[in-house]
């Protein structure tokens, strides 16, 4: 069973930092691109970037851009999404989630459609 684990949420001030951690287990970790997505509540839910299995292509939303990065220690089975200068408006449910390598490209790495796995989610929620 595939199995995708959001932690490291949590409740912090304009500006604070946070670290999200997705550990997988069930699939070929090395495999597979993960890639980040972020739902608030009432909108669709948003990309936030994504890593290829090697780890050295990453993409990202604009808007996180310079403030966010991605990484992954396929040893541990774990992506990471490190947040600096957070925002109000990146107050959302993240989700981690997994797509076969070869299913991603420049094109199409943002489309949630291309992901076969997902986790449950984590919280982040940024006060003024």
């Known amino acids: 069973q595939v199995q995708l684990v959001e932690s490291g949420g949590g409740l912090v001030q304009a500006g604070d930092s946070l670290r999200l951690s997705c550990a997988a287990s069930?699939?070929?970790?090395?495999?597979?691109?993960l890639g980040w997505f972020r739902q608030a509540p009432g909108v669709e839910r948003e990309f936030v970037g994504a890593?290829?299995?090697?780890?050295?292509?990453?993409y990202y939303k604009d808007s996180v851009k310079g403030r966010f990065t991605i990484s992954r220690d396929n040893a541990k089975n774990t992506v990471y999404l490190q947040m600096n200068s957070l925002k109000p408006e990146d107050t959302a449910v993240y989700y981690c989630?997994?797509?076969?390598?070869?299913?991603?490209?420049?094109?199409?790495?943002?489309?949630?459609?291309?992901?076969?796995?997902w986790g449950q989610g984590t919280q982040v929620t940024v006060s003024s």
């Open positions: 890593i290829k299995w090697g780890g050295a292509i990453t």
């Open positions: 989630a997994a797509a076969p390598s070869g299913a991603l490209s420049y094109l199409n790495y943002g489309q949630a459609g291309r992901y076969d796995y």
């Open positions: 069930g699939l070929t970790f090395s495999s597979y691109a």
